[in-house]
C-alpha cells in the first residue's frame, strides 16, 4: 500500500477533524512515560487534553458520576476537546437493552452536563450477546437525536443487513473494532466514524507502524467522507502501548505526536496483527 503525503493527511485531516485518542487517561501502563513528575494527578486530564483530541470515558461503565464530576471534567479540557463517553454496563450487559428506558435517561441527563464537550455516546455489546433485533429496534428510539451514538457489536451474528437498516433509521454509527483479531464490517451509517484499536492487548504488543498499516487505509478512507467526524480510540493496556500507538498515529497524520520519543524507534519495530474480516448476511 502506498501511504499518502503528510501534507495530505495534514489537510483531510483539519478538514474531517480527525480525532486520536485513549481509553481512559490514567493508563497503569504509560503514566510514567506521559506524564512528567511535576504535574500531580489532579491535573492529568489537563495535561492530558493538550496533547489528545478526545478521550474515552470508561468510569461511566460502572457507576453514574456526581454532577460535580462531570463539571469538572468538562472543566478541565478546552472548547475543542471531546469525551466519547461509554454507556453502563447495567444497560449493555445485564440488561441487554431491554427494560431500560428508566436507566437510559438518567445517564444521558448526567453526561449532557458535558455540553459541547460531548462526543459520541457508546454502546457497547458483550461478546456473548448474540443479535436481537428485537430488543435493538425498541432500545434505539429511546436515544435522543441531538446526541450522537455507536453501537459496538462484539458478536459476529450483529453484522447482519436488518441491523445495519435500524442504525441507519436511528441515524446511529457502528464501531469498527479489532475484538480479539475480529474487524467490524464497513458500514456507512450515523454521523460520525468511531475506530476501536484494542486487538494487540491479548497479544501484549503494541502495534507499531506495521500493525498500524492496514487501519491508516481505513482511517484515510472514512476521511474521504468530509461529513463526518472521525475518532480512533486506542484501548488501555498494562505494556503502555495505548498511548505509544496513539502517538504514531498522529504522526502519520501530521498531528503533533503526544509522545515524540516513540516516533524515533518506531520504524525498526515490526508488530505485525492478524485478523480476519467481520461478514454481513
Partial sequence: MEWRSAEERIAQTAEARLRIGTSGWAGTGWRKQFYPPSVPEAEWLSHYARHFAMVELTATCYRLPEEETVLRWREAVPDSFRFAVRAPHRICRRKRLRNCAKDVQAFIERIALLDD????????????????????????????REMTHVLEFRHASWHSAGVRALLNAHDCALAFH????????????????????????????????????DFVAEIERALDDAGREVFVCFGDDAE??????????????????????????????????????????
Avoid at 509522545?259 to 515490526?270: C, F, M, N, S, V
Fill in 117 to 144: 464537550r460531548l462526543g459520541p455516546v457508546i454502546w457497547q455489546l458483550p461478546p456473548t450477546f448474540k443479535r436481537d433485533e428485537e430488543a435493538l429496534a425498541a432500545f434505539l428510539p429511546l436515544l435522543p
Fill in 240 to 281: 503502555g502501548c495505548a498511548v505509544r500507538d496513539a502517538s504514531l498515529l498522529q504522526h502519520l497524520f501530521g498531528q503533533r505526536p503526544a509522545l515524540p520519543e516513540a516516533i524515533a524507534t518506531a520504524a525498526e519495530e515490526k508488530t505485525p496483527i492478524a485478523i480476519t474480516h467481520g461478514t454481513e448476511s
Fill in 178 to 213: 479489532d475484538h480479539e483479531g475480529r474487524r467490524a464490517p464497513w458500514w456507512e451509517t450515523g454521523p460520525v466514524f468511531f475506530f476501536r484499536l484494542n486487538g494487540m492487548q491479548a497479544q501484549r504488543r503494541c502495534y507499531g507502524l506495521v500493525g498500524l498499516k
